[in-house]
């Protein structure tokens, strides 16, 4: 596949993503106009960080595929991970958006009498599984977009053994973030309050099984998006081949 075509197809993907995301605050803006009220408000945020690492493995993959393969792209695409990989856990993160549904806790009162209470609670799972698949969707893309670039830096290899190291360390930030309540930028202007945190949850079994359970996840939806992947780009027997391996028409 030629850099033109990678740019395209990315800038494509990114034109996606934002149609996609539009939808997802209709949808939020909807359910503002049911109840009146602006809650849930925390969904389009969550959503537009989840946007961060996606930009960040679109953009870095671009700017890095000018630089050809040796030591000069081997620097450069430290940085490149080490970004991506401090901002990445805010996509899965909001998957744990759904615990306010759980909670009930936008739902002390029917917002009228046509629509009951169980109607708005399907309607703030529907909602809310929207918005976390989505988020999730284009973590999991931007993580594809890494491991594509760190296997032309790094070799395969390096590429597949970072990623696991991300998927576990992506799991515990979700945990910091959600219950420690730090975010990406905390690393950055806290890392006092970082290392206590992640200190006090490296010795509690709680924090360790909903890390683990959530790297789990995360990786057996990669998983899925890998296979998917591979499958479109096996070359068609009887010649005909897509992806970047039609190389060999005659196989």
């Given at each position: 596949?030629?850099?033109?075509?990678?740019?395209?197809?990315?800038?494509?993907?990114?034109?996606?993503?934002?149609?996609?995301?539009?939808?997802?605050?209709?949808?939020?803006?909807?359910?503002?106009?049911?109840?009146?009220?602006?809650?849930?408000?925390?969904?389009?945020?969550?959503?537009?960080?989840?946007?961060?690492?996606?930009?960040?493995?679109?953009?870095?993959?671009?700017?890095?595929?000018?630089?050809?393969?040796?030591?000069?792209?081997?620097?450069?695409?430290?940085?490149?991970?080490?970004?991506?990989?401090?901002?990445?856990?805010?996509?899965?993160?909001?998957?744990?958006?759904?615990?306010?549904?759980?909670?009930?806790?936008?739902?002390?009162?029917?917002?009228?009498?046509?629509?009951?209470?169980?109607?708005?609670?399907?309607?703030?799972?529907?909602?809310?599984?929207?918005?976390?698949?989505?988020?999730?969707?284009?973590?999991?893309?931007?993580?594809?977009?890494?491991?594509?670039?760190?296997?032309?830096?790094?070799?395969?290899?390096?590429?597949?053994?970072?990623?696991?190291?991300?998927?576990?360390?992506?799991?515990?930030?979700?945990?910091?973030?959600?219950?420690?309540?730090?975010?990406?930028?905390?690393?950055?202007?806290?890392?006092?309050?970082?290392?206590?945190?992640?200190?006090?949850?490296?010795?509690?079994?709680?924090?360790?099984?909903?890390?683990?359970?959530?790297?789990?996840?995360?990786?057996?939806?990669?998983?899925?998006?890998?296979?998917?992947?591979?499958?479109?780009?096996?070359?068609?027997?009887?010649?005909?081949?897509r992806g970047p391996r039609a190389r060999n028409p005659g196989r």
């Amino acid at each position: 596949m030629s850099a033109r075509k990678r740019h395209s197809d990315l800038l494509s993907l990114t034109a996606i993503f934002g149609l996609a995301s539009l939808g997802c605050v209709l949808i939020y803006g909807l359910r503002v106009l049911i109840s009146g009220r602006l809650w849930y408000l925390y969904l389009v945020w969550n959503l537009a960080l989840a946007v961060v690492p996606f930009l960040i493995a679109a953009v870095g993959s671009t700017l890095l595929s000018h630089i050809a393969p040796g030591r000069a792209l081997s620097i450069a695409a430290a940085p490149f991970a080490l970004l991506w990989l401090l901002f990445y856990p805010n996509a899965p993160y909001i998957l744990t958006d759904f615990i306010h549904v759980i909670d009930r806790t936008y739902l002390r009162a029917s917002p009228s009498e046509w629509l009951g209470i169980n109607a708005l609670i399907w309607y703030d799972l529907l909602m809310n599984a929207v918005f976390a698949f989505i988020g999730h969707f284009m973590g999991l893309v931007s993580m594809w977009l890494v491991q594509r670039t760190l296997a032309r830096a790094w070799g395969a290899a390096a590429a597949r053994a970072l990623l696991a190291v991300a998927i576990l360390l992506a799991g515990f930030g979700i945990y910091l973030g959600r219950f420690s309540r730090l975010s990406s930028w905390d690393a950055i202007f806290k890392p006092e309050r970082v290392f206590d945190e992640i200190r006090d949850a490296t010795t509690d079994p709680k924090a360790l099984l909903f890390s683990f359970t959530f790297a789990i996840f995360i990786a057996l939806t990669y998983g899925a998006l890998a296979a998917f992947k591979r499958v479109g780009e096996r070359p068609r027997r009887g010649g005909g081949t897509r992806g970047p391996r039609a190389r060999n028409p005659g196989r």
